[in-house]
């Protein structure tokens, strides 16, 4: 449940321009549903009710909803994805879609261990040529690490959780890991186009 709750804080971070500009269409109707539900209190609805500019008045919910925490977070995509907003922001309808976990969440250890398994012999290759990593951190990784599957992996993992990689999903690796040049076997990268 925190891993979930974890993901859809991040999936609202990421996807905050582009809510921000789909629901300043009518951001009356989404701060009445949202206060009816609890996703944002008393207060704050008070904060938000008198803004005029529709961009900042979506910026001020979505704000006060993150600082209320993963359930209000929680509640507010659920809120997104269900029919009454479906039907007055037909743009939201990417929500619904089977793979966006896939495309907007970072990509799992489980995963990238995975993944690490396949491109094991190669792996200081991958992280020069295609994940950008320095090559001391690759001998760091090198010096810490007595098996290839796990130099790969911790590899991986550090292509993962560096700040400048905002999108280290599961789609971009497996579009960064598809180069030709690599010889990288597709099918060994299946595990990366399956949903959760």
Not at 83 to 89: A, G, H, K, V
Not at 111 to 140: C, F
Request: net charge negative; proline share 5%; charged share 25%.
């Amino acid at each position: 449940m925190a891993e979930e709750s974890q993901r859809d804080c991040e999936l609202l971070r990421s996807l905050r321009p582009k809510l921000i500009d789909i629901l300043s269409a009518d951001p009356e109707f989404v701060l009445q549903h949202a206060h009816s539900l609890h996703l944002v209190t008393h207060n704050g609805y008070q904060r938000v009710k008198p803004q005029v500019i529709p961009t900042e008045k979506v910026t001020t919910l979505l704000d006060l909803v993150y600082e209320r925490g993963p359930e209000a977070v929680h509640g507010l995509l659920e809120l997104l994805k269900g029919d009454l907003c479906q039907e007055n922001f037909p743009k939201l309808s990417f929500l619904k879609s089977p793979d966006m976990d896939l495309q907007l969440s970072k990509v799992t250890e489980k995963r990238l261990m995975t993944v690490a398994g396949k491109i094991a012999r190669n792996w200081r290759q991958v992280g020069i040529l295609v994940l950008d990593i320095s090559s001391e951190k690759l001998d760091d990784i090198d010096a810490d690490n007595p098996q290839q599957a796990m130099k790969a992996f911790n590899m991986l993992r550090t292509w993962r959780n560096c700040p400048k990689n905002k999108e280290a999903t599961a789609a971009k690796l497996y579009s960064l890991l598809s180069h030709e040049d690599l010889g990288i076997a597709p099918e060994s990268l299946s595990c990366l186009q399956e949903s959760s």
